[in-house]
């Protein structure tokens, strides 16, 4: 069965570096979205992106943050000044469709800035 | 301001009960997911429902849109069905923009 996947599965950074998240979407998937779970916290929305555009995006989704779809395949997650509050377990999803198709999930990015 | 309520945080069962998540929210929602995490971090969706109940092996889900409420439950519950489950929901806007729960854990003993 295709898969949503997500490299590295962990990234050490020392705060006020850059960061790249990389996800690759289910192949024939429209939709993309990135979540983060902070240790021991809920899952919170950051932003959604379709037709190479953001559609939506949350609070925490401010200035530091971007998304990008480079190449077709990869949608990323840029972090430029990372802080210590940005450690966190980031997760990308896919979706074929928008309304009314299921959510399919990578298996994390975990975010440790030192 | 929505907000996801689970019910219980946490859950002990044996192999072999059956098993009830319950998750309330506060404004209209349009669609409703259930979560499965696994122990090493990965999210699974199980269920996407907006009205009634799906089944999917030996899940069921419920919702009532009148009482703001969905039920998760598991039949003839596993060891390997130990896990986080989480409930979130669309209030509106992107398919993706979901307001989530804390999350029930559920822990299965043999």
């Known amino acids: 069965e295709p898969e949503v996947t997500q490299t590295p599965s962990h990234q050490v950074t020392q705060m006020g570096q850059e960061v790249i998240l990389r996800c690759v979407p289910i192949?024939?998937?429209?939709?993309f979205y990135w979540y983060r779970q902070i240790l021991g916290q809920k899952v919170e929305f950051l932003v959604s992106?379709?037709?190479?555009?953001?559609?939506?995006k949350s609070e925490i989704f401010d200035d530091q943050f971007s998304v990008e779809r480079p190449d077709g395949s990869n949608f990323t997650l840029k972090i430029r000044s990372t802080k210590l509050e940005d450690s966190a377990m980031y997760f990308c999803?896919?979706?074929?469709?928008?309304?009314?198709?299921?959510?399919?999930f990578g298996n994390g990015t975990r975010l440790t800035v030192t | 301001k929505n907000e996801v309520e689970q019910s219980p945080q946490n859950l002990t069962a044996q192999e072999g009960e059956f098993i009830t998540i319950n998750c309330s929210y506060s404004v209209g929602i349009s669609a409703l997911h259930w979560l499965q995490q696994h122990p090493g971090g990965g999210i699974v969706s199980l269920f996407m429902?907006?009205?009634g109940k799906k089944k999917h092996g030996r899940l069921i889900a419920t919702i009532n849109i009148q009482e703001k409420h969905s039920s998760l439950h598991i039949t003839a519950s596993h060891p390997r069905d130990s896990a986080v489950y989480i409930c979130a929901v669309r209030v509106g806007g992107s398919q993706g923009n979901l307001i989530f729960g804390k999350g029930t854990k559920l822990s299965v003993k043999p």
């Open positions: 992106f379709y037709n190479n555009e953001i559609s939506e």
């Open positions: 192949s024939n998937h429209l939709y």
């Open positions: 429902l907006s009205s």
């Open positions: 999803a896919s979706s074929e469709a928008g309304a009314g198709s299921p959510l399919h």
